[in-house]
């Protein structure tokens, strides 16, 4: 049974706030991917330099500070794709939540309780983006305080 005009038509105002949310999830994996972007090009950065090092000078290591910082990168390296992934999952999650909507509306069962443990999963998985995210600022915030007073330890 193929439901009213009416009921299809309050289910897309239903759905207008989870598509705003996957809106802004979109925005924040642009941000994300941008800064991804901007550390895999600085790990490349310094694999050109000991690889062109290396052809100069075979026997040429790359120092500890330079290695400490090749390293730091890689931990922002890593939290920015956790921060991606939870931000994806997210913004999957929703997609889901609005496709069950319909289904439930389209083939008439009871979906509740599943659009709630979906849509409760969604803002863990914001949370967990969010926060990785804001660990990604405070690890460039750190970066820029070691080029500004010194060689800090990168254990801190």
Do not use: W
């Not at 439901?3 to 999830?25: D, K, N, R």
């Amino acid at each position: 049974m193929i439901p009213e005009t009416q009921t299809i038509s309050s289910l897309i105002q239903s759905s207008v706030a989870p598509v705003f949310l996957i809106a802004g999830v979109a925005g924040l994996l642009n941000v994300l991917t941008g800064r991804l972007a901007r550390i895999m090009d600085r790990i490349e950065k310094m694999d050109a330099y000991l690889h062109s090092r290396q052809k100069t000078q075979p026997d040429f290591q790359e120092d500890e500070r330079r290695q400490r910082r090749r390293e730091f990168l890689y931990k922002r390296m890593q939290n920015t794709n956790m921060a991606i992934f939870f931000g994806t999952t997210t913004g999957l999650m929703i997609a889901v939540v609005i496709l069950t909507m319909f289904a439930s509306a389209l083939f008439s069962f009871h979906t509740g309780t599943l659009i709630a443990i979906l849509f409760i999963t969604a803002m863990l998985c914001l949370i967990a983006s969010l926060l990785l995210f804001l660990r990604e600022v405070y690890f460039t915030t750190f970066s820029v305080r070691i080029k500004h007073y010194g060689d800090i330890s990168f254990d801190d």
